[in-house]
């Protein structure tokens, strides 16, 4: 069966450090891997997909086949970073999402 | 403006007392689904839909119901809730497989 792990609940560093927030994945298909985001009261909303190699709000995640990692990283953190992340995995022919535990990112001044 | 519209946002309920939480996408989305978000379990699906009257378990469907009538509301319900079911509830849509999902704002559900 699919699983995504986020091994870290929290993840605090300062303002302008190297972020990486860390994620695994087990499939046996080729997978479809997302970075969803939830920012304070607010609703989840797609970060990055990994088919489309782009750099949004600075982040980037690369897929590891060989390691089954998608981390997520940016090297400058900004307060504004301050977020729920969630890593997620699409299996079974795009009818199952399946969710890490998320890792709560503190950015601090 | 596209999007996924939960109500309600916030509901305190009795033990047994059947409730329905609603989802309505304007999106025209084959595919839709619930999650339920629980502190150090992250987000755990309930049910899917991949279309009119198509719906299926997903990992957590104990106690829940759905319903797939119109392609864009897909309402959670709960015949008989129970304390365990306290949690925050998100609905989400999308327009094909390996895209986007967009999720609706949350219910928070607490079952007394």
């Known amino acids: 069966a699919q699983r995504v792990t986020q091994p870290e609940k929290l993840l605090s560093v300062f303002k302008g450090a190297p972020v990486e927030l860390k994620c695994n994945y087990s499939y046996s298909g080729s997978p479809e891997l997302f970075w969803y985001v939830q920012y304070s009261r607010q609703r989840l909303q797609l970060l990055l997909r990994?088919?489309s190699r782009e750099s949004i709000k600075g982040f980037t995640a690369d897929l590891n086949k060989g390691e089954t990692s998608f981390h997520l990283k940016k090297p400058f953190a900004q307060e504004e970073d301050s977020a729920m992340y969630y890593c997620?995995?699409?299996?079974?022919?795009?009818?199952?999402?399946?969710f890490g535990t998320g890792t709560q990112l503190k950015v601090e001044l | 403006e596209a999007q996924v519209t939960q109500n309600p946002r916030y509901l305190i309920t009795v033990t047994g007392k059947k409730l329905t939480v609603t989802c309505s996408q304007n999106?025209?989305?084959?595919?839709m689904s619930w999650y339920r978000q629980d502190p150090g379990l992250g987000l755990r699906q309930i049910y899917y839909s991949m279309n009119v009257e198509v719906t299926d378990k997903g990992d957590v469907p104990e106690g829940y119901k759905v319903s797939r009538k119109e392609k864009r509301n897909f309402p959670l319900i709960l015949e008989s809730p129970s304390p365990n079911q306290t949690s925050l509830y998100f609905c989400?849509?999308?327009?094909?497989?390996?895209?986007?999902?967009?999720f609706g704002q949350g219910t928070r559900l607490t079952v007394v």
């Open positions: 997620a995995l699409i299996t079974g022919g795009g009818n199952k999402l399946t």
């Open positions: 989400a849509s999308m327009g094909s497989m390996n895209t986007e999902a967009f």
């Open positions: 990994h088919i």
């Open positions: 999106m025209n989305h084959e595919y």
